[in-house]
């Protein structure tokens, strides 16, 4: 309906948002938070009145207002929304609002400034998870081009968030938190690598000093978008403060033609009292979509860290007849099976079977897997180039480069420019064609090295922004054509995290590092975007690859049990005792993954370093599983009383110890008293009083099933 008052006031998902719609250039957010209950048109109109700003001295004569779009025009001195101009001329828009368009939980804004000839096109939206999207899409309403340099998207914040969470990591140890005062000023990160990249940060968030999973007022804000970004934390002067996301443009990337317009990727906005409420509505957002898995996620063997590339069938079969006893219900094989393939510095882009490896294709080893019951999937890497490949030898001009010069190589590889119809053309025909031939029912696509210099031969314009819109459209038809088919997005580990990827993939490779303790942290702070049954999390060897250190089964599994479980570990040749323990952690996750992907991941805040507590509580609060990970010597001896989150308070509950033959108890230790005799607490007194933790060798865990009674 078109709205005639002058504030709207969304509401959904136990959130509000309040839109003041006055004023001279673009409305104003008076309020992004925690549902504000039925407002009267007038209680609504003087929320306005005591949200307004005095004039100061020294000051502007009418005090900025922190609107949808920021601009100079109204006086706005933190950073603009929108940036542009006509070779220079008209570079300071004054976009006016002309039109609303208002449910109870959406609001479209319609914008045009006539004289620098552009309109604007703001959707924000409440979804039942109380999650606040925003979208803004500019048009030039003119006759020449407008050359477009940045758009973002503006969120309020409350004065009280004097306080920054963000992530960042390298290879083998992605999202590592940082934090820091939220101080007058501007806190920034961003993306040029062509990809979001294993430093970026997945969601930039802002709250209370201190605040932390349980409990602390805190919002966030994450772009949906799989390549060049900008996050950033702003608080000015005259007491505003915000958060602002948008797509990182390249000079002259975006040249809007007449009558063209661009929208920014969406904007999510979430927040909560404590990370967990945050994230949980992210989740719950995520997990309404239609195209979100809805089956059981399969136990998956990878098998490169098991093999390499030494693709020999004998060993090859003898990994899947191990996988079929354990319990593995879909076997996939990574690199190394197509043409010219042998290493890492030669073949990417020649995407046929290798037929000296593979002289009777790879039917002889897919015939053995679905035989076994597994599904089969296969590696491909399908954006990347090795100059040594009779694709960049046919091609070169497919190759994203700047000025003529190729960029600087990384693994040994370049990339392919999508956007180049005859490449895409090319690499849909050739994954069509392994689909058609083989029954392949996953693709693990991976995604090896950052982009620089991402030009377009074509058009010598930056061209990062539209390979992310080829690769999007590249996934979709795959999918259109193969019904069924999963796609996992795998970017040198974790290097291509985000909500735009995972509305056209199944799953995201979290990390290419498996050790256990590593994965702890990798593990929490993806979680905060990434809901479980889309977080691959593998059992690798008793040495870990990328680290060197070596960890018992109990610790290896119990870390992969939250996440979709699969393996990453030679599984061929295990002792009887190994084989057997790791079916009883497979048995565990079956038995229990229906909670794992639809229940509310929860982290408790524990004082004790050495303590990791997480969990996953059923959506009715009727059951919940916790893993307690002991990550190094505690100062305490025992470590104390555990607090269990998350649950009904007045429900009462029966705890047990699930894997008390794999926790390392034994070293002198009395037994566990409450593990003794089944033990029935409320809700309330598992998250308020605890109860004692085993006694644990460090880096080892213990996994706690609790149920309603």
């Keep these: ?32 938070g925690a549902d504000q209950g039925d407002l009267s048109a007038a209680e609504l109109a003087d929320l306005t009145l005591a949200t307004r700003a005095q004039r100061v001295s020294g000051g502007l004569d009418q005090p900025a207002r922190l609107t949808v779009l920021p601009q100079e025009a109204n006086g706005w001195q933190g950073t603009p929304g929108l940036t542009g101009s006509r070779q220079g001329r008209f570079f300071s828009p004054a976009l006016r609002a002309t039109e609303f368009v208002t449910t109870p939980a959406t609001l479209v804004i319609e914008a045009i400034d ?118 950033a934390a702003e608080r000015l002067v005259t007491g505003s403060a915000f958060l602002q996301a948008g797509e990182l443009l390249a000079p002259g990337e975006i040249r809007l033609a007449p009558g063209a317009s661009y929208s920014t990727p969406t904007v999510i906005g979430s927040w909560g009292d404590g990370l967990n409420e945050l994230s949980a509505r992210i989740h719950t957002r995520l997990r309404a979509r239609p195209t979100h898995p809805a089956t059981p996620r399969p136990v998956t063997l990878n098998t490169w860290e098991a093999v390499y590339f030494d693709h020999d069938l004998a060993r090859l079969t003898a990994l899947a007849d191990a996988a079929a006893r354990v319990g593995v219900e879909r076997y996939v094989l990574d690199d190394g099976w197509f043409h010219g393939r042998r290493d890492d510095t030669a073949g990417l882009g020649d995407w046929w079977v290798d037929a000296d490896v593979w002289p009777d294709g790879l039917s002889p080893l897919i015939d053995t897997v679905t035989g076994l019951g597994m599904q089969f999937g296969l590696w491909v890497e399908p954006e990347m180039v090795n100059p040594d490949s009779d694709l960049a030898r046919a091609h070169p001009d497919w190759l994203l480069q700047a000025d003529g010069r190729l960029p600087v190589e990384g693994r040994q590889q370049q990339v392919l420019d999508l956007s180049h119809p005859d490449a895409y053309a090319y690499i849909l025909e050739r994954l069509d064609a392994l689909l058609v031939e083989y029954p392949i029912g996953y693709l693990k696509w991976d995604h090896n090295r950052d982009l620089v210099d991402a030009g377009s031969t074509r058009t010598g314009a930056a061209a990062v922004h539209d390979n992310v819109v080829a690769l999007y459209a590249l996934l979709d038809e795959l999918k259109a054509r193969h019904p069924g088919l999963e796609i996992e997005s795998c970017a040198s580990g974790g290097a291509r995290v985000d909500l735009g990827i995972l509305d056209h993939t199944d799953r995201i490779w979290t990390s290419d590092c498996i050790d256990p303790i590593e994965r702890l942290t990798i593990q929490k702070y993806t979680g905060l975007l990434v809901p479980y049954e889309l977080l691959g999390a593998h059992i690798s060897g008793p040495e870990s690859h990328s680290t060197g250190r070596r960890h018992d089964l109990s610790l290896r599994a119990g870390v992969a049990l939250f996440g979709h479980l699969g393996i990453e570990w030679d599984i061929s040749a295990l002792s009887a005792a190994d084989e057997t323990e790791l079916v009883s952690w497979i048995e565990l996750y079956k038995a229990n993954r229906g909670l794992f992907h639809t229940g509310t991941s929860v982290h408790v805040d524990h004082p004790d370093p050495a303590v990791d507590l997480r969990g996953v509580v059923a959506a009715d609060r009727s059951e919940a599983m916790f893993v307690f990970s002991l990550v190094a010597t505690s100062a305490a001896y025992p470590v104390g009383p555990l607090r269990f989150t998350g649950l009904d308070d007045d429900t009462r509950y029966r705890v047990s110890l699930v894997n008390r033959e794999f926790t390392g108890i034994g070293n002198g230790q009395s037994p566990l008293v409450w593990a003794e005799q089944p033990l029935t607490l409320t809700g309330r007194a598992l998250r308020t009083i605890g109860l004692q933790g085993p006694v644990l060798f460090p880096e080892h865990p213990a996994v706690f099933s609790i149920t309603s009674v």
């Design 1 to 32: 309906m078109h709205h005639d008052s002058t504030v709207t006031h969304l509401r959904n998902g136990g959130t509000s948002v309040i839109v003041d719609l006055t004023g001279d250039g673009m409305p104003e957010i008076l309020f992004w």
């Design 114 to 231: 006539e004289i620098s000839r552009l309109s604007l096109r703001a959707e924000l939206a409440l979804d039942a998870a109380g999650v606040f999207s925003q979208r803004l899409t500019v048009t030039n309403t003119g006759d020449d081009v407008y050359e477009l340099s940045d758009l973002c998207v503006t969120l309020p914040l409350p004065a009280s968030a004097t306080e920054i969470l963000d992530t960042t990591g390298r290879h083998l140890r992605e999202r590592s938190p940082q934090r820091h005062a939220f101080t007058q000023g501007r806190h920034q990160r961003d993306s040029r690598k062509g990809r979001p990249g294993a430093d970026a940060t997945l969601l930039l968030a802002a709250g209370t000093p201190g605040f932390g999973f349980e409990r602390g007022l805190v919002q966030a804000v994450h772009l949906a978008f799989s390549g060049n970004h900008r996050l």
